[in-house]
């Protein structure tokens, strides 16, 4: 009964989807008030069902209804309850449906938070985003339902992914999708802005606060899957270059560029038709994200079961998507005019050298994520592009990019003056420099690359505390978006100082441990006492128990398993790890040995939290700018006044 | 207006290889297997522990060799297709049940129905190993002379058994 009025919410909430978007685009388009006013009634209804629908299916999940096949393939009865709720979006059918409500929320999201934009925007906007969901909806209902009936029903399940039964899962996924489906608003405001050709900066200041949520939201989710995949994978790695990884790599960039192009159209009404395609680019790119990790045409870790049918149905929804809204941006951007001019040296122009690094970087990603398929489909060949390419191609497009954090912020609007900027930076960068070469020779090894690493970092650290400076003594105020930009600038300076540091300093050791066996990791002594058998609620597993020591002092025990999961019969490691503010150690579990001893792997990872801190820093950055006086208090005009 | 139209041009060109890309497999590894001959077991069968079967005993057989387990949900899809196959009687297909309890496997058999002409047990997934069988269903063709010709991954479809392994089945049996 619950799955079936599940099924039947998703239909309704189909029919709400098509009121939704074409009453009030059509509204619009004529100038009735009466149809475009349906628009926030129709997407808060169809948020209610939506929910509904979800809720259904986490019901079934969490009372182990083993008659819908979506609950056999990826619950188990001796699942813990948590992981039960998480498995709703185990699947490629359930995390459709999350995807789905996440688009029902920003929707929601936006008809609560409108109410100082001109009518025949809203409608247009909220529009959009109906035809997105109509089109989600559509694939669920015909390819992926996750009410399916399995009949007669199973005894049990055949257990939920193992890599997905963790804590970390219970978030991850949610933000991260809250990110990628956020950048919908700002792919609606550009869309609604086309349609009506109406392409100033009013539009881009609506957007922005949109933007900076969605981008804030997307770091934060980039940020977990990072941090679970370091310590759920039993590789120690941080960024795999994985295709899944990849996805939500080229939306995050794209967004970047269009934080900060949408600041150059909102200040000074240039850059118009490029952002209205940097938003019409981020929200593609979640798209064909999706489409990556759900049609199975590359192969990762994370793919789900593949289907060609599910794959072409994705494929025709990204042609339309994409394909419409960049044939409305070349018949509608041709008429823009062009902004105000700038000089060579002025925040316009670094801010687009900002936008050009980030657009090819996204450009090499993408590459590298699709080249295998290119020669695969051209016949030329199976190749996998491995993280050699993705590095070198990396550090020196973000090289230059980090450099600009410093000056850019600086820079004046329109013109800005060579001799004034090296006047005020010409301190900061020369004691970059000296203590970029010298701070290396007391961690050890001098490298190149951890000097570049830790002058990128001091010199956008410098440059925040002398702008800041420069602002206080001026008599500047507060203002929110002065301050979040440069937390997130910040973030960015020790997510810097982490990969330098765990790349260049990180030892590993893959040894053969008897019981009873020391082994010394810069300065850390791990004594393995051997492995016990333990049982979990559905899973066997073999913990070791090592002890760690710093000069004869105990530091922790730690606890790493391998485990069996009974269900699936599925092997896995689980690590275990120290965290530490300077340094991470992080121990995983090989394979037995004969007479009770295992192959071990340690790690010993300098300033690898450091990575995630940043990353924490730069969404909370996104989150303070968003609070800023100015996309709140403006008036309601009305459409054509 | 016509640089304006330089992204849509990109992705069509994009669009066209995606399109390419859903019709070729990512996993579709060609097996180091193929072209050699199925490594040897002798297993007692599910229906009767005491009876042993090894690929020798079907020398002169084009047969097909599916590897399943009770736990495994995915060959619950390809269950019934198998069925239809086994009753049409173009081709003996021989289960191994992998990793697996006896009973359980049975248990299967009888609700479900019975496909195979036997079903050797792999208890330990020893044999396993040797057939390269890095996840459940797989599906082996091995032709007359007790070599491996094919190797289908996941859940046998319809498609796959008209598309592949039945012609190849025919070829093989002249």
Redesign the interface.
Same mark, same amino acid.
């Given at each position: 009964m619950i799955p079936e009025l599940g099924n039947f919410s998703l239909m309704l909430a189909l029919m709400l989807a098509l009121t939704q978007s074409i009453l009030p685009l059509a509204g619009a388009a004529r100038n009735n008030a009466a149809w475009m006013s349906v628009a926030r009634p129709a997407a808060r209804a169809q948020f209610l069902f939506v929910a509904i629908a979800f809720g259904c299916l986490a019901y079934s999940f969490l009372v182990n209804d083993f008659s819908v096949l979506n609950v056999?393939?990826h619950s188990f009865s001796k699942l813990p309850p948590i992981y039960r709720f998480t498995a709703t979006w185990g699947s490629h059918e359930g995390s459709l449906l999350l995807w789905t409500f996440i688009l029902a929320l920003w929707t929601l999201a936006v008809t609560l938070f409108s109410r100082h934009l001109p009518d025949d925007m809203v409608a247009r906007v909220i529009g959009v985003m109906g035809l997105v969901s109509c089109g989600l909806l559509l694939f669920m209902l015909i390819t992926s339902n996750p009410f399916l009936r399995l009949l007669p029903a199973?005894m049990d399940?055949?257990d939920l992914n193992p890599l997905l039964q963790d804590p970390g899962m219970v978030i991850h996924p949610p933000i991260l999708y809250m990110g990628y489906v956020g950048f919908s608003v700002a792919f609606a405001f550009a869309l609604a802005a086309l349609i009506s050709g109406k392409l100033d900066a009013s539009w881009a200041r609506w957007s922005r606060p949109w933007t900076t949520a969605a981008w804030s939201f997307l770091t934060l989710g980039i940020m977990m899957g990072s941090w679970w995949a370091y310590y759920e994978l039993g590789w120690g790695g941080w960024w795999f270059w994985d295709p899944t990884e990849n996805a939500s790599l080229m939306p995050w960039l794209v967004g970047t560029a269009l934080i900060h192009s949408l600041a150059v159209t909102e200040k000074r009404g240039t850059f118009k038709?490029w952002t209205v395609?940097l938003a019409i680019g981020a929200f593609?790119l979640s798209l064909l994200g999706t489409?990556l990790v759900r049609?199975?045409?590359?192969?990762s870790v994370h793919s789900f079961?593949t289907d060609?049918a599910r794959?072409?149905f994705i494929?025709a929804f990204?042609?339309v998507v994409?394909?419409g809204s960049?044939?409305l941006?070349?018949?509608r951007?041709?008429q823009v005019g062009l902004g105000g001019r700038f000089a060579l040296v002025s925040r316009e122009s670094f801010l687009m050298a900002n936008n050009i690094l980030l657009l090819t970087a996204c450009g090499a990603v993408l590459l590298g994520t699709?080249y295998?398929?290119?020669l695969?489909?051209l016949n030329l060949g199976?190749i996998s592009v491995g993280p050699p390419y993705f590095n070198s191609v990396f550090v020196p497009l973000v090289t230059p990019l980090l450099l600009l954090i410093g000056v850019g912020p600086m820079a004046r609007w329109k013109q800005a003056s060579v001799p004034e900027l090296a006047a005020r930076l010409k301190w900061g960068f020369g004691a970059s420099v000296v203590v970029a070469l010298l701070l290396p020779l007391t961690l050890g090894a001098w490298k190149p690359m951890v000097s570049l690493g830790i002058l990128l970092a001091l010199w956008i650290v410098i440059s925040i505390a002398i702008n800041v400076q420069g602002r206080l003594r001026g008599g500047g105020g507060w203002s929110a978006n002065f301050y979040g930009m440069n937390l997130a600038h910040f973030g960015v300076a020790v997510a810097v100082i982490g990969v330098t540091m765990v790349s260049a300093y990180e030892t590993e050791r893959n040894v053969r441990m008897n019981v009873g066996d020391t082994i010394t990791l810069k300065g850390y002594t791990f004594l393995f006492k051997g492995a016990q058998d333990v049982d979990g609620p559905n899973y066997k597993a073999a913990r070791g128990t090592l002890e760690v020591s710093s000069n004869g002092k105990p530091v922790t025990t730690l606890y790493p398993e391998k485990r069996t999961y009974t269900?699936?019969?599925m092997p896995f490691t689980e690590s275990a790890i120290d965290y530490g503010f300077t340094r991470d150690l992080y121990t995983a579990m090989g394979e037995p040995l004969d007479g009770g001893a295992w192959s071990v792997r340690l790690f010993h990872k300098p300033f690898v939290v450091w990575i995630w801190i940043g990353a924490v820093l730069m969404a909370l950055g996104g989150a303070m700018s968003i609070t800023d006086r100015r996309y709140r208090s403006r008036k309601k005009g009305r459409a054509g006044a | 207006?016509k640089r304006?139209?330089i992204?849509?041009g990109i992705?069509?060109v994009?669009?066209g290889?995606?399109?390419?890309?859903? /019709?070729?497999?990512?996993?579709e590894?060609p097996s180091p297997l193929i072209g050699k001959p199925a490594p040897d077991f002798k297993l007692g069968v599910l229906s009767d522990p005491a009876k042993q079967l090894s690929p020798a005993d079907l020398r002169g057989k084009v047969w097909l060799f599916n590897v399943w387990?009770s736990?495994?949900?995915?060959c619950?899809q390809e269950h019934e297709v198998l069925l239809d196959l086994s009753k049409q009687g173009g081709v003996p297909i021989y289960g191994m049940d992998y /990793?697996d309890q006896p009973g359980d496997a049975q248990a299967v058999l009888n609700r479900y129905g019975n496909p195979y002409v036997e079903t050797v047990v792999d208890l330990d997934g020893r044999v396993g190993i040797n057939y390269g069988v890095y996840g459940v269903p797989e599906t082996y063709l091995i032709d007359k002379n007790g070599i491996i010709r094919y190797k289908h991954t996941g859940p046998v479809t319809r498609e796959s058994l008209d598309k592949k392994i039945l012609p190849l089945v025919k070829e093989l049996q002249q």
């Open positions: 056999v393939q199973a399940g055949s038709a395609f593609s489409f049609s199975g045409v590359l192969s079961a060609p794959g072409l494929l990204l042609a994409i394909g960049l044939l941006f070349a018949f951007a041709s699709l295998p398929l290119f695969d489909a199976k269900a699936s019969g | 207006m304006f139209l992204p849509l992705f069509i994009l669009v290889f995606l399109g390419i890309g859903l /019709k070729l497999d990512p996993r590894v387990a736990w495994c949900a995915s619950r /990793k």
